[in-house]
């Protein structure tokens, strides 16, 4: 997105392919290190192709792993340092329920992440949310810290600074080669470019980059069903700024979960999403036909029978967002087993966006060769057998 009178260089210090929030929040730490980045995105901007569109996702200190949860406290301190460097509001805090059955192991992993012992019965949860109806037997974790990120505003606003910073985003630009070295050309369908360092942080179009070096990483992109449930009567279901995020954990009837938001992308419309989808190619998301059946659909239905009886049964909006995910759903944070220049971000399987300010700095850390700055082991490529092959 340079301006039409600036020249075009060729030389940076760093490429960060993919401006997502990963790769625009990594460009941005990298800006600030006075590192003369580019940032390539293969769509003009905004857009809704990738992971990173939309209006909302959840934020919250709550974690099953021990390892986001420790990571939560820098991300959320990365965030607020945004929004004071741009004078935007990127955050609503509105809590968020873990709902599941007493003793789930993830459920007391959150509320052991919160270091609180707030739990909610039904009747304790219909009392401060009576949007919500908890089956017997049922618990709700209380995170009082979570809430809302205006998902498009925030990428605005990191790719703004990072501009701000000296930093040169293109946009509507491939990526048609990558070809390692000690200076790593990469060649776009608008130009050459060569650094010493890349970084790849796109998303469900990684694996055929990383393909091209040689490496065969187990990332599966998946279409998700975006959807948004209208309130049977105009204001009866609370889905107002008080209404909580909410997540289930160990629901025999959506092993996957289920997550919700408050009505923000749609006045009167509730975000309740199942969290898994269909594979897909991402160069073919929008073949497959309209009739297609969505089993995610019905199980949404049921949960919202149950659990949010204020709603309608069927979706009123329908929209698609891609995951990328790896079979244990952690992220790929590390460098190309062969090539040290090379850094990879990736598989972040439907909850990286949260923690995006932390991923683009430990990326950043990885490309400059520094101490990362969080335990790295869950995020090593070498947890997965036979990577590497022939490029």
């Known amino acids: 997105m340079s301006a039409p009178s600036q020249p075009q260089k060729s030389t940076y210090d760093v490429i960060v392919i993919g401006a997502g929030i ?26 809704s192709r990738g992971s990173s569109h939309g209006q909302s996702r959840i934020i919250r200190s709550a ?7 420790r990571m939560m406290p820098d991300s959320f301190r990365l965030w607020q340092q945004l929004e004071a460097e741009t004078g935007t509001t990127l955050y609503r805090q509105t809590g968020l329920v873990v709902l599941g059955p007493p003793g789930e192991p993830e459920l007391e992993a959150c509320r052991r992440s919160l270091g609180v012992d707030e739990v909610l019965d039904a009747a304790a ?29 925030a990428l605005r606003a990191v790719q703004e600074v990072f501009r701000r910073h000296g930093g040169t985003l293109r946009d509507g630009e491939k990526v048609l080669r990558i070809e390692p070295g000690a200076t790593v050309t990469v060649t776009t369908t608008a130009g050459v470019y060569k650094a010493p360092r890349l970084i790849i942080t796109a998303g469900a179009w990684t694996g055929a980059f990383v393909e091209q070096l040689g490496l065969r990483l187990p990332l599966q992109p998946l279409r998700i069903d975006v959807c948004y449930w209208r309130e049977k009567q105009p204001g009866s279901a609370g889905l107002g700024s008080v209404t909580p995020c909410f997540l289930t954990l160990g629901l ?25 989808g269909s594979p897909t190619d991402p160069e073919k998301r929008d073949q497959a036909p309209s009739s297609a059946p969505r089993p995610d659909i019905g199980v949404l239905s049921s949960f919202i029978s149950s659990y949010l009886p204020g709603l309608e049964t069927q979706p009123a909006v329908m929209e698609t967002c891609l995951y990328t995910n790896t079979p244990d759903e952690d992220f790929i944070l590390d460098r190309h087993p062969k ?9 972040f399987s439907g909850h990286g966006f949260k923690l995006a300010p932390v991923v683009g700095k430990l990326l950043c850390e990885l490309s400059l060769g520094e101490e990362p700055s969080h335990n790295m082991a869950h995020f090593a490529i070498t947890r997965f057998p036979n990577v590497l092959g022939a490029a």
Request: neutral net charge.
């Open 22 to 47: 990963q790769g625009s929040f990594t460009a941005y730490h990298l800006a600030q290190r006075h590192k003369d980045t580019l940032l390539l995105e293969q769509f003009l901007l905004p857009h």
């Open 63 to 69: 974690y099953p792993q021990e390892y986001y949860s």
């Open 252 to 276: 025999s009837q959506a092993p996957h979960g289920i997550y919700g938001l408050p009505s923000i992308e749609y006045p009167g419309l509730m975000k309740v999403c199942h969290h898994h």
């Open 125 to 153: 949860l219909a009392q401060r949310f009576p949007g919500f109806r908890l089956p017997a037997g049922q618990v709700a974790v209380l995170d009082s810290t979570a809430g809302v990120l205006f998902a498009d505003r």
């Open 339 to 347: 090539f040290s220049n090379i850094v990879i971000g990736a598989g």
